[in-house]
């Protein structure tokens, strides 16, 4: 019964932080796409974005699993493509919403008059570096 209780509190935590933090990134994601403020960050941190997205999407389906007291059952065929295909397709989109996109939102930003402010560098392993660009004043 304590492993549940524990179990149920560690995955509560998640889902109020991972959606929080998947709303950070999309928010900054969206102010680069449309240019809604004067200063914008552009980082590879957009890459996140899917896997944190699946991550909450699971977690959500654990807990409704732990709260409901039974496991989710799934036709076998579903688990072979779970297993085989949402990582791929989660380390394809990361590498392109990461690595690929951050040019062309950079182009984007440049094309609209942003310039180049500076270069936050990570200060530890698990951060990523990420660019400030401003819309300068006229």
Same mark, same amino acid.
């Given at each position: 019964?304590?492993? %549940?209780?524990?179990?149920?509190? $560690?995955?509560?935590?998640?889902?109020?932080?991972?959606? #929080?933090?998947?709303?950070?990134?999309?928010?900054?994601?969206?102010?680069?796409?449309?240019?809604?403020?004067? /200063?914008?960050?552009?980082? &590879?941190?957009?890459?996140?974005? *899917?896997?944190?997205?699946?991550?909450?999407?699971?977690?959500?389906?654990?807990?409704?699993?732990?709260?409901?007291?039974? /496991?989710?059952?799934? %036709?076998? #065929?579903?688990?072979?493509? #779970?297993? %085989?295909?949402?990582?791929?397709?989660? =380390?394809?989109?990361?590498? #392109? =919403? $990461?690595?690929?996109?951050?040019?062309?939102?950079?182009?984007?930003?440049?094309?609209? $008059?942003?310039?180049?402010?500076?270069?936050?560098?990570?200060?530890? *392993?698990? &951060?990523?570096? %990420?660019? =400030? &660009?401003?819309?300068?004043? =006229?």
């Amino acid at each position: 019964m304590t492993n %549940k209780i524990i179990s149920i509190l $560690g995955v509560l935590l998640w889902l109020t932080l991972m959606p #929080f933090i998947l709303f950070l990134l999309v928010r900054d994601l969206y102010s680069v796409l449309f240019l809604t403020s004067d /200063e914008l960050y552009v980082g &590879y941190s957009f890459g996140l974005i *899917p896997f944190l997205f699946v991550c909450v999407l699971f977690s959500f389906v654990g807990v409704l699993s732990l709260l409901t007291n039974r /496991e989710q059952q799934l %036709k076998s #065929f579903l688990v072979r493509r #779970f297993n %085989k295909n949402v990582p791929l397709i989660l =380390i394809a989109l990361t590498i #392109f =919403i $990461g690595l690929i996109s951050k040019p062309f939102l950079v182009e984007h930003l440049l094309h609209n $008059g942003y310039e180049l402010e500076e270069t936050v560098e990570a200060s530890r *392993p698990w &951060y990523f570096d %990420k660019d =400030i &660009y401003v819309k300068p004043r =006229i």
